[in-house]
């Protein structure tokens, strides 16, 4: 029969804008869940919607659940991750410690995992050190009553943080974590005995056990969306899992070999496809081997989309909207912000996968070196048909964050770059410096061509061809008079007259007032900057560059006209020609 649902969304519930409406179904004791395939959503505004589908129900007294997506309840990690323990062989050491309890006082547990080699006498310690963080009285409380010990320290290892569930209703985050867990403990895989080999693990499969055990979808039990308390310094008796995640994060990033890499895991609703939010560093070379990571995904993924990533600074910086249960609430308080805040970690990441499907799926090309020898890892196809989600689609994509990191240091002995289309790392990496090269100086070129467009023709003509010291006075002339006219009545004020003042006696009046003369000072150092700034621009010819990029991305000159393809041609081989021959050669690069 029809069963017709009223649903509550929340903003980030937006059924149908991420491929369709889905829901899943299991008889209890069947031991599965299964996709069904007719479900329809229908919006019926005010955060309101009705969710419609089939389901033929079969014997009398059958109990039947239903799902928004594949679940992953809390007792269900408890047990999972428990059971790791008793996979370990040969020289994988694995540690399940009680990190902190919860707000209710549920276990949040931690893995950590790596191989015996390297292994220090001492053992870790509690973590006071980083009390600046956040508060660390509440960390390993086994540790503290004696019931338990801490591993030993690996000084010659870097430490990889992986975070999932801080949304409880998020599951797919929990399969990611799962792929990665298992390739790690693959006991006869070259893969992980060199991540083993050179990094110390830290798994955190549950950061908010109150919200996923009570249910919810995005908040913990007291309505707090637990993704905007990191920073600055979160309340260790709040949220205690928040505080415990930073103090790891930046414990890791002081000891000899750092911190390599945090993700925290996630879930998106309304966008397909799996992608990072990354942060937007303004260091070049940062943020070159920031989104280098993020690409290397896309090799080693079928799922992972690329270009659906966003390392933007306006999306770090975003406020949650008036309809999110905390308005006005940072992400610069997200893990993944304030874990480059705290430690100054390039590579901090979160991770997003789409309840339903992607856009597409890569072409994962055929590993070589050691997975050729063996047969490993064919080659898959791309498709441009969205192949919906499942828990092996997501834990594809955990696997895929360890073959990334052994592809960033040159480690992975089942190399997929060298049969991409990057060929390898370097290419990989140059790729990426064209595309952020070019978007930050042509940002700047096109602000600059912006300016000169909307400014008076004799502005836009002394930008293009000169910028002579009787320009800029003219257009500091230009710049009192407005001044002027847009304070009339500001000398009446000082002098306490009517408004029976001529103009010329309101600007004289004016001239003699202190702030005016500040005013004006500051003007001419303006115009002073400025001239440098156009003429620094001329002489590595992005305004030239700027307007060239313009015409060839509309078909129309800096006039407004269509431009004729020969003109255009002939424009762009004066500026490729004229840059290859000066010791600037290399600002042409990106147009070419």
Request: glycine share 8%; net charge positive; aromatic share 6%.
């Amino acid at each position: 029969r029809d069963l017709h649902l009223s649903l509550r969304r929340q903003r980030q519930m937006c059924i149908r804008d991420s491929g369709g409406a889905k829901c899943w179904s299991t008889l209890t004791g069947s031991g599965g869940w299964k996709r069904l395939s007719n479900c329809s959503y229908r919006d019926q505004g005010d955060r309101t919607g009705d969710l419609q589908f089939d389901y033929l129900f079969g014997e009398k007294g059958d109990e039947v659940e239903f799902a928004f997506c594949f679940p992953y309840a809390y007792e269900e990690s408890l047990a999972t991750h428990r059971e790791v323990l008793k996979r370990v062989t040969g020289d994988i050491v694995v540690y399940n410690e009680l990190l902190c309890f919860s707000a209710e006082g549920r276990r949040i547990e931690m893995l950590t995992v790596t191989d015996n080699h390297g292994a220090d006498k001492r053992e870790e310690d509690l973590l006071y050190d980083h009390a600046d963080v956040a508060s660390t009285t509440h960390l390993f409380p086994e540790v503290r009553d004696g019931t338990s010990t801490r591993p030993p320290r690996y000084p010659e290892k870097a430490e990889v943080i992986i975070s999932a569930r801080v949304h409880p209703g998020e599951t797919p985050a929990s399969f990611v974590l799962d792929g990665l867990l298992e390739l790690v403990l693959r006991p006869d895989d070259r893969r992980a005995k060199v991540l083993r080999r050179n990094y110390v693990f830290r798994f955190i499969p549950q950061l908010n056990p109150d919200g996923v055990h009570r249910g919810h979808y995005r908040h913990d039990s007291y309505g707090v969306n637990l993704n905007r308390v990191y920073w600055p310094s979160p309340d260790a008796e709040k949220a205690p899992a928040q505080a415990a995640l930073m103090v790891l994060a930046k414990a890791a990033s002081t000891r000899p070999k750092g911190l390599a890499l945090f993700v925290d895991l996630h879930a998106h609703a309304s966008k397909r496809g799996v992608f990072i939010y990354g942060n937007h560093l303004e260091d070049t070379e940062q943020h070159i081997e920031n989104r280098l990571y993020a690409l290397l995904l896309s090799v080693n993924s079928s799922h992972f989309d690329y270009h659906a990533c966003n390392f933007s600074k306006e999306h770090m910086l975003r406020c949650d909207g008036p309809s999110a249960a905390t308005p006005g609430a940072s992400a610069e308080g997200s893990a993944r912000v304030a874990c480059m805040r705290y430690t100054g970690l390039a590579r901090a990441y979160t991770l997003e996968c789409n309840y339903n499907c992607g856009r597409l799926t890569n072409n994962v090309p055929k590993a070589s070196g050691e997975g050729a020898q063996r047969g490993a890892s064919p080659e898959r196809p791309a498709t441009i048909t969205p192949e919906p989600f499942t828990p092996d689609s997501w834990r594809e994509v955990g696997r895929a964050l360890g073959a990334s990191l052994l592809d960033v240091t040159g480690m992975n002995p089942w190399d997929r770059v060298k049969q991409s289309r990057y060929k390898n790392v370097q290419l990989a990496r140059r790729f990426i410096e064209d595309q952020t090269v070019r978007k930050r100086a042509g940002a700047v070129a096109l602000a600059v061509h912006s300016v000169a467009r909307m400014s008076s023709l004799r502005t836009r003509k002394a930008a293009r061809e000169s910028t002579s010291t009787e320009d800029i006075r003219k257009l500091a002339a230009d710049a009192r008079r407005a001044v002027l006219a847009s304070h009339r009545g500001a000398a009446d004020l000082r002098r306490g007259r009517g408004g029976d003042l001529s103009l010329g006696e309101m600007a004289a009046a004016l001239r003699r007032l202190p702030e005016f003369r500040a005013a004006t000072a500051r003007l001419d150092a303006h115009m002073t900057l400025a001239r440098a700034a156009l003429a620094e621009f001329q002489r590595h010819r992005l305004l030239e560059q700027s307007q060239l990029e313009q015409t060839l991305a509309t078909g129309v000159d800096a006039d407004g006209a269509e431009a004729r393809p020969r003109d255009v041609l002939k424009a762009v081989s004066r500026h490729l020609a004229a840059g290859a021959d000066d010791d600037r050669g290399d600002r042409s690069h990106a147009l070419r």
